[in-house]
């Protein structure tokens, strides 16, 4: 059921931040922004990077629609700052927000649980021997990444030994580890997640075409030629599972709210988890738009449905 504008008081939308996806939260929080302003909601923008957190508190929201990414904004650290100054704000907590941003520490708690994700090793140095014996163990081809960015930002898929180094010094850019992940052959698919725990609901899956399997940072956001095929063309029982799959896999890390899980099918159509993204992208590009009108939900309702799901970790002493 969609909010009614009335009821959602003052509301912040948080977008911009000092992250390397600072111009894609700028697309999402325009956006977000935008469609709360046409519903008449009382919503104003709010930019960490140039405003203080002084400002943030005497603003006096009643909540805050959180449309930053990566860093400082999507890794815990604003959600500390929203609890602080209880002001209830969408999508997970601190915990599960700071579990989702580390693709490494995800990785480990879906493994305790026996959800399926592809192999890794953490490349410790860039020297040539350690580099070949990284892709020995994994098997070319193979990706490497930082595990803290996302946006496909400093990834690299690498082909033959000769790339590891190339690879390992772009990455290195973002963080001191370095994550090497196997590659898994196959179709690129999402689940847009709503809700929490027993009420969370997935969103129709949705495949990406992306031009030479290439889904980078310029086919994410700027470019035409990506192919988003929503419901994805799967067999209903195998889009069912994948859809359980990935509710299992956000419960796990304790997410709320909404969230969008990313997985790759491999060619025996075994469905592999790569990572939660837990304030995912509202641009016109973005996915969860793309599942939500799947099942008749304009961008406008959906961030109404997403702002009413604002809460704190900590409800016992309300503002």
Known sequence: MTAVASELGKVGVLFGGRSSEREVSIMSGSGVLSALLSRGVDAHAFDPSTQSLGELEAAEFDRVFIALHGRGGEDGVMQGVLETLRI???G????????????VFTKRIWQTHALPTPRYRLIASPERAHLNEVADDLRLPL??????EGSTI??????????????FALARNYGDVVLAEEF???RELTCAILGAGDTAEALPLVE?????????YHNKYFGEETKYLCPAPLASGLSEAIQELSVRAYNALGARGWGRIDIMLDQRDQPYLLELNTSPGMTGHSLVPIAARAIGVSYED?????????ILDDRSNPR
């Open 88 to 90: 209830p704000y969408t």
């Open 143 to 148: 990706i490497v990444k930082p595990p803290n």
């Open 154 to 167: 400093g990834i690299s898929r690498v082909l033959g030994y000769s790339g590891m180094a190339d690879a």
């Open 184 to 186: 898994i052959e196959g």
């Open 302 to 310: 959906l961030v109404l449905r997403i702002l009413a799901l604002a």
């Open 208 to 216: 990406i075409r992306a031009p030479d399997s290439n889904y980078d």
């Open 92 to 103: 997970s907590g601190v915990q599960a927000s700071a579990i989702a941003i580390d693709k």
